[in-house]
């Protein structure tokens, strides 16, 4: 065999080595789509949300809840800030094939600031805003439950503002030595009328022009549970009712309701799931 022969050998056998390797990784990959009878993306952690895909027609439940299945086979699942960092997931194929599984997430640490000597006043509020307060909780709760087939949501998501993130997701606040309500959104300093994009398309389900904690509130829905929340709004750009496009201008950066300065407090939910937009949105862009 000469020299010419040799390396057309060799490149012969090298390429049998990459079909195999490429057949061994691609039943693989089969197998442990076969095993879950779903693939899974997005962040195993607790604030993460996980993005489904499975065999159109199955039956997709999570800890013995059924979750909606899109035509194509597409589903969510959230975990919330508290979340066990198990659930259990149970797939029926239409075949009849059935699968169970564990889906394991990580447990997160959350920064806790403690702040005494405030005035009673802006710790604990009065009868009449604790009633406003209430009012105000059902109509935003009445958007979180709406279940629309839509399917906006996938489409990756956008950051709504470019700026500097000057809170995060999960962190509480202890006044008085009284524990609050965890920060469930991430608050993005930019100047005052900035402008508010959508993150992704979706359905104006809330434009309220002053509640007592979040002044001027907006809230859009992208479809099967998963929706935006914007708070301390300056101006508000479209109704609701209206169909927004991702990156439409929709709002303005404001310092409405309980705020101490211009920010965009956002915030993601899958139904009642409250969820961390950082992981769903990615990296900030680099601003100037």
């Known amino acids: 065999m000469n020299g010419t022969q040799i390396q057309i050998a ?33 962040n ?18 999570v800890d013995g809840k059924r979750l909606r ?25 239409p075949d009849g094939q059935s699968f169970d599984s564990m889906i394991s997430i990580s447990a997160r640490e959350y920064d806790i600031q403690r702040i005494d000597g405030l005035p009673p006043s802006m710790v604990t509020p009065s009868e009449a805003d604790l009633k406003r307060i209430r009012k105000d909780t ?41 524990p609050r309500r965890p ?8 100047p005052a009328g900035t402008p508010v994009h959508a993150p992704a398309s979706g359905l104006v ?25 914007f708070l301390h709004l300056d101006s508000m750009l479209v109704n609701k009712g209206d169909y927004v496009k991702k990156g439409q201008v929709v709002a303005t950066v ?5 705020s101490t300065g211009p920010h965009l407090d956002w915030r993601i939910n899958l139904f009642s799931e409250r969820l961390d937009p950082q992981l769903i949105a990615g990296d900030m862009p680099a601003t100037q």
């Not at 195993?44 to 439940?61: E, I």
């Not at 404001?254 to 309980?258: F, K, P």
């Open 138 to 178: 059902q109509e935003i709760v009445a958007a979180r439950a709406i279940d629309d087939d839509r399917l906006d949501f996938l489409d990756d998501f956008e950051w709504p503002v470019d700026g500097v993130i000057t809170g995060v997701y999960g962190s509480q606040r202890i006044l008085n030595g009284e």
């Open 254 to 258: 404001g310092s409405s309701g309980r």
């Open 10 to 42: 060799a490149r012969l056998i090298s390429y049998c080595l990459l079909c195999l390797f490429v057949i061994c990784w691609t039943v693989a990959t089969a197998a442990e789509r076969v095993d879950r009878g779903a693939e899974l993306r997005g």
């Open 69 to 93: 299945v899109s035509a194509t086979g597409d589903f969510l699942i959230g975990f919330g800030r508290d979340a066990n960092l198990t659930k259990s997931m149970t797939v029926h194929h």
């Open 183 to 190: 920060h469930f959104g991430v608050d993005i300093h930019a």
């Open 205 to 229: 389900t809330v434009a309220h022009p002053d509640m007592y904690f979040s002044g001027a509130t907006m809230i859009i829905d992208h479809g099967y549970g998963l929706s935006s929340a």
């Open 44 to 61: 195993f952690t607790q604030g993460g949300l996980l993005f489904g895909s499975t065999m159109p027609g199955s039956k997709v439940y």
